[in-house]
């Protein structure tokens, strides 16, 4: 199977099953729980199930296109269904068979690992999945999104595609895996892996992505400020500029920027604009049930 | 043998933490066990098993239903509840509503407040079942996991979601619900292997029924097989097993039918130090190493499966990928380490803050590099060693900048050591940042040399004091900077290399006299605990009414070597004795405080008296002789040979206290020379130890056991 058929595959398995099929989500995020669509949509009791594949950035994973494995943006496939059904582990497992995996010809393990997001006031538990030794998927219950505590609980499953497809095409370099049947993994996004990382660990303008970080945290707080003079708070824009910290905040990072306490300061930051988010995305919630809205398709 | 059937209860659940398995199983056979006791339902032993997706108790003989007893019901006052006619008043009527009889059904009760109405009825005992029923669910959602959660509509919290329960008396099905679920004869086998439910007719079938469902249920089975498993398969690979019993333990609860798969990996890799080779290989593989003869690594591993087959060999590419690609990494993260010296990147450890309060690990090497050095010292090191700690502890803690540590924060200590061996620099101190962190628990080797060893304690002192003083005093189970373990460590290495050192140097060398003391003494008197003192030696040796946390002043091998002293004597029997002669001077001595007040004046009188009992003779001569010599032998701190000649005061005390009236108000001037002679007899016996308190220290052993 080569990378789309695997991504189409698991699409084709998740839209079946009743998820809404979602796109990735349009700016520099380093994970699927950071689309809107898992972040507030995890919050409250309307139940949600969704599926999407998002590209996801990580600056400090970056490595010139070098190591076999680790890259500065892999496709994570991410699953959320609300409430976690009672047989997720079954129909997670299914969706391996959907890959043609067999499970009884392979060693698949749920070995505890305990999911946190501190900039996102997330936190779970679960396991990660680990099939002939390696770590295939995370599997999560969330506990906690934005400082809240969820109930009805969420399930979170989340595939990293590059490696699923690696092992089932028994390919050891990512670069080398068929992007479809004519073009490599490695021709579709070397160069990307090559100047990223260059960016991110040796030419990023540490001063202008302090100020784009200063900036894009007040704007967010601006944004979240605006219903104490009497209008809405603009929850969405305001968490887009806390996406932006975010990844700002790992570019930074990537470039050696921080001593330790001015990193926990900043994810301290970034925490407080995203439990900001959350409170008043469920504050919305609240007042839009009272008078009878509909919030949930 | 009793006929009465086995218990079975089965929780099957999500995979739970393998770290919380033995736990867990441990804490639902209590669970079950004080139900039983609880409701008096007579049993035999109970067990338990734990594994991934189940915990299992077994209980033997357990009685089917509580017996059907008689109960008295008392009312109100016989007074109240009959009138003069002896009929039931309303308050009687009330009553006997309340309790579904008919008030003619009220006698009167005697008892030990007077005449009450009242009545007896039968009540019926309750079912095994009846009785799980009622107390198990609640039992269970209240056990406690290091880390919980909670699922489906947010309201069950457990350590994962439980899918079934097996609840068996013998064949009979024992009713219950437990988070929404409600029990059956069904367990699950294999979550791949199994084809289908099993079920199980009765509880000496579940072992060979999960067996059928490819799972192996005992726990000790378990290890036992995959010790078997790696043993051979290490054979196969040419070498013998790296022995990881901690990590055995491990992987036999992540599995439930176990399997062990062979890989290598590419021999360039031999290349890394050992201890990062093994340690990639378990910490992010959970994998086993293996060496030959000569104890050399080879280029291959064992890693512990799920299954015991692999029909397409999926399980051992994937491994060896997978342990290849961990190898790459470690292999990544050491050479770029070593691209700058060591030393170099002390600067470095300027933005690692080590407390807010105490600043960076820059700043705790400084300490450290001072406190080594002073330590060493003091304990008479010649200079050229001095030199030695003062530079292993300045560059001890510079690994933790490198990625190599980042990556595997065990090696901590390990990394630079190795790094400074890599580079050539000075064994002694490349071997002295290699295990500072040593000894890491009560089983942990001590570092092996003398630099070593005053590194480490450098670096735990420097963490006790200094946390100490910023207010980070341990309280119940909350020590996060480990400095409980870290004091325990210190005095590891004090005693066990026998620095001639007291607390008060400890804490003189570490500037932090004021506020350590409590702390220090409190776990002193711990550590000998631990290791096998018994609290009442402990207070003979440390005397604290003689004393009074004078023994910070004392040299630890001293307190050390007292302790084995006295340690010697719970083996004689004539020694419990002497401790209650002791006790009995020292009654004496106070209840003849006022007599012996009184027989005082008549000095002349006092000067021209003999002592004429030969039992008083004796024992004055044998003080007097053995006075000087327990001095002596205390200077040579043979306080076996003290113990001894403490020994030989049992008889003529005895026979002192037999022969001889000490206070004989009649005659105030032989009291007052032999409660002389006494307080003389209880300085002696109480010079090196306070003895008095090992009396009764049999009862004392037995309660505290």
Redesign the interface.
Known sequence: MNFQEVLLGIQQFWAGRGCVLQQPYDLEIGAGTMHPDTFFRVLGPEPWNVAYCQPSRRPVDGRYAE???RVYKHYQFQVILK??P?DV?QRY?DSLRAFGVD??????????D?WEAPTLGAAG???QVV????EISQFT?F?QVGGL?????SVELTYGIERICM?LS?I?NIFDLPWNDEVTYGQVRRAEEVEHSAYSFEKADVGFHRELFERWAVEAGRLLDAGGAGAPPLILPAYEATLKCSHVFNVLDARGAF???ERAAHIQRIRRLACRCAEAYLERRRDAARSGEETTP | MSDRPVLLLEIGCEEIPARMIPRAAEDLREIVVQILDEASLAHGEARSWGGSRRLTVFVDAVEGRQPDRDEQVLGPPARVAFDEAGEPTRAAAGFAKKQGIDPSELDTIETAKGPYAGFRRSVRGRSVGELLGRDLPAAVAAMSFPKMMRWADGRPRWVRPVHWILALHGREPVDLELFGIRSGRTSAGHRFLAEGPVEVAEPGAYESALAAGSVVADPVRRREKIAALLEAGARELGGSLVEDEGLLREVADLVELPGVVRGSFAPDFLSLPRELLVTTLRHHQKCFSVQDEKGDLLPGFLAVANTDRDPSGHIRRGNEWVVGGRLDDARFFWNEDRKQGLAERFPALENVVFHAALGSYADKARRMEALAARLAERLGMPAPRVGQCAEAARVAKIDLVTGTVGEFPELQGRVGGLMLRAEGRDPDVAGAVYAHYQPQGPEDELPPGDSGCVVSVADKLDSVACLLAAGEVPTGSRDPFGLRRATSGIFRIVFEREWPVSLADLLDLAGERETGAGFLGDRLRHFLRERGATVSEILAVLRPEVDAAGFLEWQLPDVAARLAAIGTVRRRPDFAHLADLTKRVDNILTKGREILRDAKGGEDEAAAWVEDREAALALAELVRSQSARIDDLAAARDYRAVVDALAGFVDPVERFFTDVLVLDPEHPVATLRRGELLAQLKDVLTRCFDIRELAGEADRRQHSG
């Open positions: 190591n076999p494995m409430p976690a009672l582990q497992l499970p009884r010809e392979h060693d698949i393990r749920f070995e505890e305990n538990v679960g396991w099939m002939d030794g390696m219950y506990q505590e969820l109930s009805p609980v092992f028994d050891r001593s330790v306490t």
